[in-house]
Structure formats: structure tokens, C-alpha cells
């Protein structure tokens, strides 16, 4: 605790110092300074940790519809697939095997070691037709059954006769898959979670 300025043990211009200091309030700006980097710092934190967790894509074209449209914005998990398997049904976002710069956003229709396959306009895997009600009109093209490799997915575009997918330039490694499609935040209109249906087979 500092002396009383009249103390005999300080020099009148150390009397003036201390009552200086005593004078002076704890400074304000610096309090605000501070929050303000404790904010920026905590919004960085956040923002490195959001985008190490999910990607944002936006939708182009139409080989999703009637489910996604182009110009739609979607919100993907980069880590469902550290945590889990993909599944049937699941809807990913890869690159373009053909050209890595471009995102595609696709439905899993067949995991390691399945046979696909399309008569009629129904999609059959492992022998057995897949209930499809997500999908915009049958295909009109039959695919001769296949057996999708180990480590690779089938995937196809909702809107069958209108897309770019497995059928066109074969299975996609499941190593490059970015993420699994978890929410569209654009158009408000439709903004919701993106639901993923259970394509699981009776059998094998």
C-alpha cells in the first residue's frame, strides 16, 4: 500500500506521483481491447473447427431432383464415415472422378461386394428390387448386373434418366468420399435435414 502523500518520507514530487497514480482508474479501453481479441480468437476457434467438421456445397443441376435443385446449398459431414459405415440410401458428396475440381452430390445405391443391376425400370441389388419412392421417374435404360469391388460404392443421381453417375463412369472409391449430406440451409423454403432412407436388404 503506498505511503500517505503527506508522509515526511516523500518528496513533494513523490507526493505528486502517488496521488497521480492513486487518481488513475483501471483502464477501460484495455478491458475492451481485451474482450474484443478474446472474441476474435474464440471466432477463429470456431470457425477452424466448423469447417474441419463439415464442407458446404451448392447443388448444380438437376440429377438430384426431385429431392435437390439446382442452386441448392447443403451442409456435409466430414466425419460421418470416421464414425460409421455408409449405408444404402446414404446421400454423399465426392469429387468428380473425372474432374476432382467439380463436387458431385449422389445417392448410394450399392456397397462393397453387392450386385446391381436395372430390368424394366427397376433397380435390383443382390437379386432382390429396391423400393424407390425418392427417385424422380424409373430409368428407361437397363444396366447388365454388376458386382461392385471391395473399397468402392454404386452411386446414382435421383433423377435417373438425367445423371452423371456410377453407370456412366463406374464404381466410386469409398477413400474419396468428402462427407455425408446432413442439412440445406438454402432455399429457406426447404431448409430441413436431409433424410437418408434405410435401403437395407432382407438379405445378403
Do not use: C
Not at 441389388?125 to 458386382?147: F, M, Q
Amino acid at each position: 500500500m503506498a505511503l500517505p502523500p503527506t508522509d515526511p518520507e516523500f518528496s513533494p514530487l513523490e507526493r505528486q506521483n502517488v496521488v497521480a497514480l492513486e487518481e488513475v482508474p483501471p483502464s477501460a479501453a484495455r478491458r475492451v481491447l481485451l474482450e474484443v481479441i478474446e472474441t476474435i480468437v474464440l471466432a477463429l476457434v470456431l470457425f477452424m473447427a466448423i469447417n474441419f467438421l463439415t464442407a458446404r456445397i451448392r447443388v448444380d443441376g438437376s440429377s438430384m431432383e426431385p429431392n435437390f435443385h439446382d442452386g441448392d446449398y447443403v451442409i456435409v459431414n466430414r466425419i460421418a464415415y470416421k464414425l460409421g459405415d455408409i449405408q444404402r440410401g446414404d446421400v454423399i458428396v465426392f469429387p468428380f472422378p473425372l474432374d476432382p475440381e467439380d463436387d458431385y452430390i449422389k445417392r448410394v445405391i450399392g456397397l462393397p461386394g453387392d450386385r446391381v443391376a436395372i430390368y424394366g425400370g427397376v433397380l435390383y441389388v443382390n437379386g432382390e428390387p429396391l423400393i424407390e419412392p425418392y427417385i424422380r421417374e424409373a430409368p428407361r435404360s437397363d444396366l447388365a448386373e454388376l458386382i461392385v469391388p471391395e473399397g468402392y460404392v454404386y452411386v446414382m443421381g435421383d433423377n435417373r434418366n438425367e445423371s452423371s453417375d456410377s453407370r456412366s463412369w463406374g464404381p466410386l472409391k469409398i477413400e474419396d468420399v468428402l462427407g455425408k449430406a446432413i442439412f440445406r440451409y438454402w432455399p429457406f423454403s426447404t431448409m430441413g435435414i436431409v433424410e437418408h432412407p434405410d435401403l437395407a436388404l432382407a438379405s445378403p
